[in-house]
Nanobody, 127 residues
Framework: VQLQASGGGLVQAGGSLRLSCAAS????????MGWFRQALGKEHEFVAA????????YYADSVEGRFTVSRDNAKNTVFLQMTSLKPEDTAVYYC?????????????????????WGQGTLVTVSS
């Protein structure tokens, strides 16, 4: 599956952005989907994950209550709605797809669990 992330940009602290990740090439509902981010000089960090039907979601503690992950299976797209953005949210955001070999519940935060990655979209939050 090919993943194309978009929607990044420059926003002031307290603002909002909505990231999108369009999937193509395979049946979208075959995959769990996740969002990760990487700030300059830091490791990849889990942000959010969503089950194939969209009824189960997981968030990093750092974004819980501010970010919302969702998916539109009819449009083969996963979204990350980000609100109350902070300067520490500045990073390149990546979407990823996981073949459901094992439980999402035990693996959603693990970068190695995901099989396919998009190219990333830069989010910059100014103070």
């Amino acid at each position: 599956v090919q993943l194309q992330a978009s929607g990044g940009g420059l926003v002031q602290a307290g603002g909002s952005l909505r990231l999108s990740c369009a999937a193509s090439g395979q049946t979208f509902t075959n995959y769990y989907m996740g969002w990760f981010r990487q700030a300059l000089g830091k490791e990849h960090e889990f942000v959010a994950a969503i089950s194939r039907s969209g009824d189960t979601v997981y968030y990093a503690d750092s974004v819980e209550g501010r970010f919302t992950v969702s998916r539109d299976n009819a449009k083969n797209t996963v979204f990350l709605q980000m609100t109350s953005l902070k300067p520490e949210d500045t990073a390149v955001y990546y979407c990823a797809a996981a073949i459901p070999r094992t439980s999402l519940r035990h693996n959603y935060h693990n970068r190695g669990y995901y099989d396919y990655w998009g190219q990333g979209t830069l989010v910059t939050v100014s103070s």
